[in-house]
Nanobody, 125 residues
Framework: EVQLQASGGGLVQTGGSLRLSCVAS????????IGWFRQAPGQGREGLSC????????KIASSVKGRFTTTTDNAKNTLYLQMNNLKPEDTAVYYC??????????????????WGQGTLVTVSS
């Protein structure tokens, strides 16, 4: 069974940084497409990143490119989302996802088959 546990959210001031972690179990992250999406209050899901399981390429959404980066630690079966220069509009619940099918853009993220419980990030102005 694919399971994902995200953590690392919290309250941060504008311009601050956070690193989210997502521990995966039940599968190997390098066998699946993985990444992140978020959902702000009252809004739909926004894809942030996807790493394609076929070619290893990572796509980042233009809205966060240059500020957010994704990394993985295969030994720990964990993926990370480093978020720098945070803005109030980044306030949302952040989710990690996994899918056995390849992903080709960050926009694919919200339709993934499996995701964790989410972690709340609040950016104060």
């Amino acid at each position: 069974e694919v399971q994902l546990q995200a953590s690392g959210g919290g309250l941060v001031q504008t311009g601050g940084s956070l690193r989210l972690s997502c521990v995966a179990s039940g599968f190997k992250i390098d066998d699946y497409s993985i990444g992140w999406f978020r959902q702000a209050p009252g809004q739909g899901r926004e894809g942030l990143s996807c790493t394609n399981n076929r070619n290893g390429l990572t796509k980042i959404a233009s809205s966060v490119k240059g500020r957010f980066t994704t990394t993985t630690d295969n030994a720990k079966n964990t993926l990370y989302l480093q978020m720098n220069n945070l803005k109030p509009e980044d306030t949302a619940v952040y989710y990690c996802f996994a899918d056995s099918d390849p992903c080709y853009s960050a926009a694919d993220a919200p339709s993934a088959r499996s995701w964790g419980q989410g972690t709340l990030v609040t950016v104060s102005s």
